[in-house]
């Protein structure tokens, strides 16, 4: 890939699943360069998901080199215990990102939703579809995790 364009990576952060997305920007083109979902074993402690976690991020920080990265900002849903864990796992991928020296941009997914469709409403599947037509994919990315890995970072193209 020429040098004159950027790296953006995507995160969409969870402790069980983290997905992620990377992107070439170049000319105002986007070209989808790597996607997927970095899993923890349920069973292991949840210490020890963390830190597969950050190893992983690692890989992928090293291996892409992000000029930026985007960010899921939570919001808080019925289970506190399940948004205290998510929440200790975006303080791992804001490390990771600190630790590349990408700067870090944050949306909420209504912010994504707007950036993406137009309508900060979308359905899932409407985001899918986009993607997958701004891509020229051959199908939507899956799995979901993946996908909003990808979607976040056409909020943050907008920002670099």
Avoid: W
């Avoid at 990771?96 to 939703?113: C, D, L, Y």
């Avoid at 020229?136 to 943050?156: S, V």
């Amino acid at each position: 890939m020429p040098e004159q364009g950027y790296i953006l990576m995507g995160l969409d952060p969870g402790y069980g699943r983290m997905g992620f997305g990377v992107v070439f920007v170049n000319a105002g083109k986007i070209e989808l360069v790597d996607y997927g979902v970095m899993v923890t074993t349920s069973g292991d402690a949840f210490e020890t998901r963390l830190l597969s976690l950050a190893n992983d991020l690692g890989d992928l920080f090293a291996h892409h080199k992000p000029h930026a990265v985007a960010i899921e900002k939570l919001f808080f849903g019925k289970s506190s215990s399940t948004a205290m864990h998510v929440s200790e796992a975006r303080g791992v991928a804001l490390l990771m990102s600190a630790q590349s020296g990408a700067p870090v941009f944050e949306f909420t997914p209504a912010q994504i939703k707007k950036a993406l469709t137009g309508n900060g409403n979308a359905t899932k599947s409407g985001m899918q579809k986009m993607v997958k037509e701004l891509l020229k994919l051959p199908k939507p990315p899956k799995p979901d995790d993946a996908a909003d890995g990808i979607c976040f970072e056409f909020g943050q193209k907008r920002k670099v």
